[in-house]
């Protein structure tokens, strides 16, 4: 069993930088490959980002890259999306989600385990 656990949101202003962190509470950490999606009022979930099991290989949704980075830290159990120059866009609650797929995939229904979602809210 997987239990997914969001942090790290919150209420900041255009051009801050931001860490958001999910914790696993299980024991099988290491099995799943992690994804990052987000959700904004009214609008479908969107593909952020994936890192392998080992963390040594990432993977972006073309509009994310250069100020989205993702890693793990299998020893703490907690992958981490880190977000710089935020911008009000970027206003959406973010999940992390965990996957028993090896190789990187964009699409929600294809994740396994999901958290519960943190509120990141970006003013101008």
């Known amino acids: 069993q997987v239990q997914l656990v969001e942090s790290g949101g919150g209420l900041v202003q255009a051009g801050d930088s931001l860490n958001l962190s999910c914790i696993d509470s299980g024991r099988t950490f290491t099995s799943y490959t992690m994804g990052w999606f987000r959700q904004a009022p009214g609008k479908e979930r969107e593909f952020v980002g994936h890192?392998?099991?080992?963390?040594?290989?990432?993977l972006y949704a073309d509009s994310m890259k250069g100020r989205f980075t993702i890693s793990r830290d299998n020893f703490k159990n907690t992958v981490y999306l880190q977000i710089h120059s935020l911008k009000p866009d970027d206003t959406a609650v973010y999940y992390c989600?965990?996957?028993?797929?090896?190789?990187?995939?964009?699409?929600?229904?294809?994740?396994?385990?999901w958290g519960q979602g943190t509120q990141v809210t970006v003013s101008s």
């Open positions: 890192i392998s099991r080992s963390g040594g290989s990432t």
């Open positions: 989600a965990a996957s028993t797929i090896l190789v990187p995939e964009r699409r929600p229904e294809r994740y396994r385990y």
